[in-house]
């Protein structure tokens, strides 16, 4: 079992940035993949980032605008965010599926729990 932490999360303008840090706690020796979900009010749940097997993934939605990178600690993973918009507004979460090398969210079974993110003028 992994214990994972967003952070990061808040109000800000279109146009401006945030960053998004999510730290973990426990086995993470093994092959995992994780990555960064979001979901707004009445939608689906969608991931946004994922990091499987060393290769990253993003949807068109935010591709040029969002990254994924581990920071120094090796237990981190965050999220940088730029030129956010108003429909990039929801819930972010980071999530982890164990002994998996896949971004689909049918096999994240570790969640955080969750840090809002508003974009509004």
């Known amino acids: 079992q992994v214990l994972l932490v967003e952070s990061g999360g808040g109000l800000v303008q279109p146009g401006e940035s945030l960053r998004l840090s999510c730290a973990a706690s426990?086995?993470?020796?093994?092959?995992?993949?994780i990555g960064w979900f979001r979901q707004a009010p009445g939608k689906e749940r969608e991931m946004v980032s994922c990091?499987?097997?060393?290769?990253?993934y993003y949807p068109d939605s935010v591709k040029g605008r969002f990254t994924i990178s581990r920071a120094s600690a090796k237990n981190t993973v965050d999220l940088q965010m730029n030129s956010l918009k108003p429909e990039d507004t929801a819930v972010y979460y980071c999530a982890a599926a164990m002994g998996i090398g896949s971004c689909s969210i049918l096999w994240y079974d570790n969640w955080g729990q969750g840090t809002q993110v508003t974009v509004s003028s």
């Open positions: 426990g086995s993470t020796s093994e092959r995992y993949s």
């Open positions: 990091i499987s097997d060393g290769n990253t």
